[in-house]
């Protein structure tokens, strides 16, 4: 028996050759999505991050229970304080934790544990994943398949802001607790990532890499 009410699906059909002028247009923008490390302290309206964040929540979820929470930092005390516990645990993870094979990965990047874009970039996306939802009179659901729902809202974010006009970054200190103290949200919720998000600085660069071609990341059975 249903509980929740339905309609009908909204929905426009593109003709076929619509279709993939559609489908080419949107590979040929997102491929120019970069990871940045470089960013401009210029300002970014409010409501170009609310409007990517409103985007990121319509992603699909397990049993639509939404288990996502986004935390928006723009005052600069907080962003230094998040720059200054983020690069704690930056350090212990370079000197200590991770493995040779995993710093080896890492250095034709250049990446070490000073993370000054923290501090520069207009806007820190924080993501917290929720492993539970309160209903208003303070019940508790669990959510379900929270990793794949929350990992497909921070794609959709990533690309409403590069869709704005915005460069990012995804940044995952491990562990990221710190996160939940500085920015007031519950134990039962966890970190998952900080999207840096704002303009290149006018010096940024990017290492020329590529991506996979399609006949390695996928298979046709037809």
Not at 26 to 43: A, G, H, L
Not at 56 to 76: D, E, K, L
Request: aromatic share 12%; net charge positive.
């Amino acid at each position: 028996m249903r509980e929740w009410p339905f309609e009908p699906l909204v929905f426009s059909e593109k003709l076929p050759d619509d279709m993939r002028e559609a489908s080419r247009a949107f590979y040929t923008q997102i491929k120019k999505r970069r990871t940045v490390r470089e960013f401009s302290n210029r300002p970014v309206p409010r409501e170009i991050i609310e409007n990517a964040l409103k985007a990121a929540g319509t992603a699909p979820s397990g049993a639509n229970m939404q288990p996502w929470h986004f935390v928006a930092v723009s005052n600069p005390a907080t962003k230094h304080k998040i720059r200054v516990a983020a690069e704690q645990e930056e350090k212990e993870f370079y000197e200590h934790r991770a493995s040779g094979e995993w710093l080896r990965a890492l250095e034709p990047l250049g990446t070490n544990e000073h993370k000054d874009f923290l501090d520069t970039a207009p806007w820190l996306i924080t993501v917290f994943l929720k492993k539970f939802t309160f209903d208003p009179q303070g019940n508790r659901f669990k959510n379900y398949y929270t990793t794949e729902s929350v990992g497909i809202s921070c794609g959709f974010l990533l690309s409403a802001l590069h869709w704005a006009g915005l460069v990012t970054l995804t940044h995952t200190p491990s562990p990221m607790k710190f996160l939940n103290q500085l920015l007031g949200r519950p134990k039962d919720e966890r970190a998952f990532m900080i999207i840096v998000a704002g303009y290149p600085a006018p010096d940024a660069v990017v290492p020329v890499i590529g991506k996979q071609s399609l006949g390695k990341i996928a298979t046709f059975e037809t």
